[in-house]
């Protein structure tokens, strides 16, 4: 199954066949989505439907978790609303969930710096509690970052010749061996780079995709400072959300890179026409990469 099998009239009988009561509404196709193709669902609603075979694990996890946490975040988030069951027509779990407003922050970035920093920081505190024992957990985010060693050069590697090296081992291994997180799993978002928030009026009015929801160290999250944010708002973004340490902070830097290179590396992809590739995300990689280099005064 792939993008290209899922059409209109896919999605509309599949609404007709699970959830009669929204099939005639409004459809449009949004050209976004990492694992899930979208579609416009009427004015409040849209339909997720999978192109990857880790996907529709992710918007069960979504489904089952999201609901819990989005009455207390202080910004939209897609919260889940249907399930869609698989079928003969379709043999993937697919959701129906909220529609969020905005342009993703890889086309329209982040530019008012302390209320795109408040905004971001406030979200996280309160994404940002302790998780309960049965919440997911993930091998890759929210993890110590020794454990991530391996993954670091895998993305280094073929980006090396674009960036300067030297200064991004200084940062990684300042992260690798800061003090680990030691409280409680919090509750993270895991994957927050420009594609997965929505921007409007140069500020931040949305996050996305919480396929990678899981529980861990809260400095996953915080690399957002650098990530997201324009250059010199982490400082802000650092004293809007409060109670973060240098252990805290250096880790969040060595998230930051990581992410970093992984857009560099899905950028560099798409100049070579390579499958998985996204135009936007190499420029959105380098400027955060730039960012999180720099030590603000």
């Given at each position: ?77 897609p919260t889940p609303v249907r399930l869609g069951e698989p079928s003969p027509r379709f043999p993937r779990s697919w959701t129906v969930a909220r529609w969020v407003p ?116 809260p400095a996953t999250d915080l690399a957002a400072a650098w990530v997201l944010l324009p250059t010199g708002a982490s400082a802000a ?61």
């Amino acid at each position: 199954m792939n993008g290209a099998a899922i059409d209109e009239d896919l999605v509309r009988s599949l609404l007709r066949e699970q959830h009669p009561d929204l099939a005639r509404l409004g459809l449009r196709r949004v050209p976004a989505g990492w694992d899930n193709q979208l579609w416009r669902l009427g004015e409040e609603l849209a339909v997720r439907l999978p192109r990857t075979e880790r996907a529709p694990s992710l918007l069960r996890k979504e489904h089952r978790w999201l609901p819990l946490l989005a009455g207390r975040l202080p910004l939209p988030v897609p919260t889940p609303v249907r399930l869609g069951e698989p079928s003969p027509r379709f043999p993937r779990s697919w959701t129906v969930a909220r529609w969020v407003p905005g342009e993703p922050a890889d086309r329209a970035p982040l530019s008012r710096a302390r209320p795109a920093a408040n905004a971001l920081a406030g979200f996280l505190r309160a994404l940002h509690l302790p998780a309960p024992a049965d919440a997911p957990r993930s091998a890759d985010r929210g993890v110590p970052l020794r454990d991530l060693r391996d993954q670091f050069e895998r993305m280094l590697e073929p980006v090396a010749a674009r960036v300067p090296v030297a200064a991004v081992r200084d940062v990684w291994e300042a992260a690798v061996s800061a003090p680990a997180h030691t409280g409680p799993a919090r509750w993270l978002h895991a994957d927050l780079h420009p594609a997965n928030v929505v921007v409007g009026d140069g500020t931040l009015t949305g996050v996305i995709d919480f396929g990678d929801l899981c529980a861990g160290d809260p400095a996953t999250d915080l690399a957002a400072a650098w990530v997201l944010l324009p250059t010199g708002a982490s400082a802000a973004f650092f004293e809007a959300y409060g109670g973060s340490d240098e252990a805290t902070i250096r880790r969040a830097r060595g998230w930051a890179v990581l992410r970093a290179l992984a857009l560099i590396g899905i950028g560099q992809a798409w100049q070579r026409g390579l499958p998985g590739g996204q135009r936007t995300w190499g420029p959105a990689g380098r400027a955060a990469l730039g960012r999180a280099l720099v030590r603000e005064s």
